[in-house]
């Protein structure tokens, strides 16, 4: 690999590797998986963790299946305890790794600061049309559900019924329950009080 096309710290993930042992394949590859988040980190790449981060910045890779196998590997690897690697397809997840990190250390070269600042921008409008999506869909189920109370009879009636049952839990069942928090506390407090001194003598 030519390490000073993209001057990164590798010396981990080779440590981890050349053990040519199962866990140190494993290791290697969490080591390189470090490795990726910390360079897609200080390149900026927007997004709130690494597979967001990628799709941001999907259309730059030049093998996005690769990378994809190489992330799966991973996952198998902090999901299943027992799950082994072999040398071959540990050097395939590496190298995913590797072509992915050149393909957007190319492409944040060649592009302008415009296409930059505009790729950036798409991305936070998808972002937020996701999020309107959201609230509009939530407001809708909000507003439905409060027509169904207010104007049907079953809608009503179960209203009628909620309510009288939180009246109940809050005004009789309550203050029981706060009153036996209450009385938990105070002795626990005593026990701590009583053998604070006892230990004073």
Same mark, same amino acid.
């Given at each position: 690999?030519?390490?000073n /096309? %993209?001057?990164?710290?590798w ?7 050349a ?6 394949? /494993?290791i290697?590859?969490?080591e #390189? ?14 997004g ?11 259309n ?8 994809k ?7 198998k690897?902090?999901e ?10 540990? #050097? ?5 790794y ?5 393909d ?15 790729l ?7 972002q937020?049309?996701k999020?309107? /999506?959201?609230?509009?869909? #939530? ?6 559900i ?5 104007? #049907? ?18 005004f ?11 009385? %938990?506390?105070l %002795?626990?407090?005593g026990?701590?009080?009583? /053998? ?6």
């Amino acid at each position: 690999m030519e390490q000073n /096309k %993209l001057n990164l710290n590798w010396s981990a993930v080779e440590k981890a590797l050349a053990e040519g042992t199962f866990s140190g394949y /494993k290791i290697g590859i969490l080591e #390189t998986e470090k490795v990726f988040a910390n360079f897609l980190e200080e390149k900026k790449i927007p997004g709130r963790d690494v597979d967001s981060k990628i799709r941001y910045v999907a259309n730059f890779l030049s093998r996005k299946e690769q990378l994809k196998y190489s992330r799966e590997m991973y996952k198998k690897i902090i999901e299943l305890p027992h799950f082994e690697i072999t040398h071959e397809e540990t #050097t395939q997840v590496v190298q995913g790794y590797w072509q992915a990190m050149l393909d957007l250390q190319e492409a944040l070269v060649t592009l302008t600061v415009y296409q930059k600042l505009r790729l950036r921008f798409s991305f936070w409008f998808t972002q937020a049309v996701k999020k309107i /999506k959201l609230i509009v869909l #939530t407001l809708a189920v909000l507003i439905l559900i409060i027509l169904f109370f207010y104007e #049907t009879a079953v809608g009503k009636k179960s209203a009628l019924a909620l309510g009288q049952g939180v009246h109940y839990l809050v005004f009789r069942i309550g203050p029981w329950f706060l009153g036996a928090v209450l009385a %938990l506390v105070l %002795l626990f407090i005593g026990l701590k009080l009583l /053998k604070k001194k006892d230990r004073q003598f």
